[in-house]
């Protein structure tokens, strides 16, 4: 698992731009006062407090401490319980959960399979999971430059965030997993804004990275600029439902 480079209020910052897939979630997840649902990769706790206020026990998990710490401080709901720890080591006993979900967690998990051995422990018979994860593969500029905007998203999704390219192979093999899957569903995010792009991928410091280490060429820079200039961007957020069998 790579280390975080983000803080709390970015984690505000796209609860508020993708509320769209946020509302689905829950919805699709559908909560009950029966349900104890795990929160993997829980942040700063947004999600959980919408579970547990829909009358489910949650256990929220991520394995950065000082989110924890913050959800802590900002949750007075006693149906959550907040625990540090790994996604492989969770501290949970063995089929006791019937929910699981999962928010943009394995785009930074090198290990799929080691994930799915501790989700599978935990999770009950025809229990659900739900998982949501970014298509960085998905990623479009509307732009002539196609080289580059092919070599950007490669950089981002192999290079920068170096796991995110196997979130295409997660959704297309769950079900070898031991799932049968009942809905997939994209959503499309489009932005006509260089900032708020930046504020989600950081194209701009992405970018300048790469073109320090000689990955972009000074042609592909003056591009890069002509992009900018009349900018639009695309991007997907896969979600998958899938009850274990």
Known sequence: MISRTYDHNYLYHLDKVFSKTKEYRLRNLNPTSTDTVVDLGCGIGLDAQRIA???????AIDFDESFIEKARLMNDNSK???????IYELPI?????SKIT???????????DAAFNE????LVKNGKIQITDTDYLSMTFFTEFIQLEKKL??????EKIPNAWKVRILFNNIESYGYKV??????DYSFNSIEIANSI??????????YKTGYFSDEELLEWEKIKSNFKFSMNLLTIDAIKI
Do not use: P, W
């Not at 959550?80 to 790994?86: G, H, T």
């Not at 989700?119 to 935990?122: D, G, L, P, S």
């Not at 009942?182 to 959503?187: D, E, G, L, M, T």
């Open 53 to 59: 206020a829909c009358g489910a026990k949650v256990i």
């Open 80 to 86: 959550i319980k907040f625990y540090n720890s790994s």
């Open 93 to 97: 006993e063995s089929n006791t959960v």
């Open 102 to 112: 999962i928010d943009r967690v394995f785009q930074h998990l090198e290990n799929h």
């Open 119 to 122: 989700i599978n422990r935990v």
């Open 153 to 158: 998203i490669n950089f981002i999704a192999t």
């Open 182 to 187: 009942i809905n997939r569903i994209s959503h």
């Open 201 to 210: 991928v950081r194209f701009n410091k992405i970018f300048n990275d790469g």
